[in-house]
């Protein structure tokens, strides 16, 4: 069976694609922050049928909740497959660039910058070992420094000094990661789920999960003849 590891599995969008996963027969480790959210995940995805998901801790801020989940994973699996470097942090609002407080901007970058460079790093030998490994950094649309120079993009005015940077940097090592591994088997992509209604704000987003998750598996599942180091929405390529 292929193995994927999910960071921020609890809930939203990660809960969601690990459901597609185990459908699609996957074994899916399930990164959670907590044993109580772990176990109210599992119960849940037993409730509704889902099979073969693992929850294990995952801190993607702390080096050593990296590795000892990494090391778990290890001790199941000969390799993994597919990592969905899914979990991040909106921060605290309004985030404007004249006056946020620097260390809600550093909070930001611990997660969803280097939290995924140290989980994809520690990942990286398990990875090496599956035969066709891929990676999808969960980026956003709010990352692209071309739709920030557009006045007519519906996002112009979101200008957060830490939210949206904190993703073009995400973006930024997808394409030197990508690139350091051009001539092997991987395909790593940065995908922008869509405007998606979760806590992450609020439930007020327009999409729905199941439509986050399906597009996330798309990337994760992709061919040889697939792309890497691309930045992808449901509507085609993103520009940078
Ligand atoms: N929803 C949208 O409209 C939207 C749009 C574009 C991009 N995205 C991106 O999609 C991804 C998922 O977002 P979502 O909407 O599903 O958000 P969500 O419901 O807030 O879920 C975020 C998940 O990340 C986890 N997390 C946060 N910090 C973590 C850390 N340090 N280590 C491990 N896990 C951590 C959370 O765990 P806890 O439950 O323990 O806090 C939670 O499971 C994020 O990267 C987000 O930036 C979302």
Not at 52 to 74: Q, Y
Not at 126 to 151: C, F, G, W, Y
Request: net charge neutral; proline share 4%.
């Amino acid at each position: 069976m292929k193995t994927v590891l999910i960071s921020g599995g609890n809930r939203g969008i990660g809960l969601e694609t690990a459901k597609k996963f185990s459908k699609h027969g996957y074994i899916v480790f399930l990164g959670v922050r907590s044993h109580e959210n772990g176990l109210i995940a599992s119960h849940e995805l037993e409730r509704l049928g889902f099979k073969n998901i693992i929850p294990l801790l995952l801190d993607i801020t702390i080096e050593k909740s990296v590795k000892e989940a990494c090391k778990f994973i290890g001790q199941h699996t000969f390799c993994l497959d597919v990592l969905i470097n899914n979990a991040g942090i909106r921060g605290q609002q309004p985030q404007p660039p004249t006056s946020v407080d620097i260390d809600s901007i550093r909070s930001i970058f611990a997660t969803n910058l280097f939290g995924t460079i140290v989980l994809t790093q520690a990942a990286m030998p398990l990875l090496k070992k599956s035969n066709a490994p891929r990676i999808v950094n969960v980026s956003s649309e709010l990352a692209s420094l071309t739709l920030h120079d557009n006045e007519h993009w519906k996002f112009y005015s979101f200008k957060d000094a830490g939210y949206g940077p904190s993703k073009t940097a995400l973006n930024a090592y997808t394409v030197m990661l990508a690139y350091e591994l051009r001539d092997t088997a991987f395909k790593i992509n940065a995908v922008d789920p869509g405007y998606t209604a979760t806590e992450f704000n609020g439930f007020k987003g327009t999409g729905d999960v199941s439509d986050a998750a399906d597009l996330i598996f798309k990337y994760a599942t992709l061919d040889q003849s697939g792309p890497t180091g691309q930045f992808h929405s449901k509507e085609g390529q993103l520009p940078w």
